[in-house]
């Protein structure tokens, strides 16, 4: 649309949150995004960007506050990338993100006049992430990313969405590399040694583990390390060292030694204990966690007999699950390291009417229901992006009578819901659960049925 210029000033009235976290606005019909903002507010922004259907903007001065603004309770909010909507009242985060589920459905996968059930909230909207991953940096030592910065990291001595023991682990180790003077990684020459400091927690079972990444080579303090870590924090099952020659700059693992204690620590769902180790998937919030698997649990409707087919299984968390109350699970998965797990769960937990089977889910499904049968329930928890269109034609074709599907990204969710739809299904009821607090990320279970 014409008329609107990079650097441009203009007042605005946000009305609405959209996916991504930032306040959607319009000028004379010109949708603008402008981040940090509240429904309701009147605020003169700058545009950084300006296209030819929508621009981007920055806020320069809140005219007129929202109801639904508050104070951040994190000194860091706007700076570092860890949370989006701190500045949201935590019913009003809840209310935008059913909004987004409902218009994704319908503008999106042209899903209209769908049940969407109101959004289950989260019991504790901070200090709930049972896994966090902490970034070196020269210039900051230790802390989280710049949003949309990969390079640049934002030293914290806190942060308030793990519990407090990730916050004293983070400063114990970050007076340790300053003590000991270690070089911290740089992505721009390739630098340093220290890469990242991940922290995961079993809620459930009182058990952590800490896992320091670096560049490849000699880490000699490690054991120091990990014994001061140990000897004042004796929750601490697991200290690991993994190296890692990646350039990019998500954890990734070419070697792994453990320096104190188990290579994993467990975690207990659903009265199911599952292992986790440094690279296990697992959900970042253990009780919403729960309330998922209760959810899959009740939706499924389960009487004894049934062929369920678990797609994107991970290390068995809903298929192991379901198996006590189905005839047979067949779980799909492509991480090699996972389906392993999955097995060491089974028969931990004395699981037997379960099969675990590795490889990508468009060419093992057909050969699946060709050897199995046409299943009677199929189970989707794709990553953020999605199933896409070939997976889903391929579950319309195996012509299970229901299907419920996980998603963990409305705008991916509403398009592979749609290539279902010349199959005959039909979209029986959708379930918003709020797995993360704080940022614009939304969890939906969807209920299908073959007509």
Not at 211 to 228: C, H, I, K, N, S
Not at 285 to 291: I, L, R, S, V, Y
Request: hydrophobic letters at 40%.
């Amino acid at each position: 649309m014409a008329g609107f210029q990079k650097g441009q000033e203009l007042v605005l009235r946000v009305d609405r949150m959209s996916y991504g976290g930032r306040g959607v606005a319009r000028a004379d019909g010109y949708v603008v995004f402008v981040p940090y903002t509240a429904p309701g507010d009147l605020v003169r922004a700058r545009l950084v960007r300006a296209k030819r259907t929508f621009g981007e903007a920055e806020v320069v001065e809140v005219l007129q506050p929202s109801a639904d603004r508050v104070v951040p309770p994190c000194p860091y909010f706007g700076r570092c990338g860890g949370c989006t909507w701190q500045h949201l009242r935590y019913e009003a985060q809840l209310a935008a993100k059913e909004q987004i589920v409902r218009e994704s459905l319908e503008r999106l996968g042209g899903l209209r006049g769908i049940p969407v059930r109101p959004i289950l909230p989260a019991p504790r909207p901070l200090g709930y992430r049972n896994k966090m991953e902490f970034a070196f940096h020269p210039e900051a030592t230790l802390g989280l990313h710049v949003p949309g910065h990969f390079d640049r990291v934002v030293e914290i001595d806190e942060c308030l969405l793990p519990s407090p023991l990730a916050s004293a682990v983070l400063r114990e180790v970050k007076a340790f590399v300053r003590e000991r003077r270690l070089t911290c990684y740089d992505h721009r020459t390739r630098q340093g040694l220290l890469r990242h400091l991940v922290y995961r927690e079993g809620v459930r079972t009182g058990q952590v583990l800490v896992a320091v990444v670096t560049a490849p080579g000699p880490f000699p303090d490690g054991p120091e390390l990990a014994r001061q870590l140990v000897q004042r924090h004796p929750e601490i099952r697991s200290v690991l060292w993994a190296q890692s020659g990646s350039l990019s700059d998500a954890v990734r693992v070419d070697r792994l030694e453990v320096l104190w204690g188990e290579p994993t620590i467990e975690e207990e769902l659903g009265g199911l204990r599952f292992r986790i180790g440094l690279e296990t998937f697992f959900q970042t919030n253990t009780e919403q966690a729960d309330c998922m698997l209760q959810l899959v649990l009740e939706m499924a409707d389960l009487r004894g007999g049934e062929r369920v087919v678990d797609l994107y299984c991970g290390v068995g968390t809903f298929a192991l699950a379901l198996a006590r109350q189905a005839g047979f699970v067949w779980g799909v998965e492509v991480v090699a390291s996972a389906v392993q797990a999955a097995w060491d769960n089974a028969a931990r937990a004395g699981i037997g009417n379960v099969e675990f089977v590795q490889g990508e889910v468009r060419h093992v499904l057909p050969d699946l229901v060709a050897r199995a049968g046409t299943p009677d329930l199929v189970v989707l928890d794709p990553p953020r992006s999605g199933a896409g269109g070939k997976v889903m034609r391929k579950v319309g074709r195996a012509g299970p009578r229901r299907v419920l599907y996980i998603s963990c990204n409305p705008t991916t969710l509403a398009p592979d819901l749609k290539e279902l739809v010349p199959f005959g299904y039909r979209v029986l009821a959708v379930q918003p659960v709020d797995l993360f607090p704080q940022t614009y990320h939304v969890e939906a279970l969807v209920l299908l049925e073959r007509a």
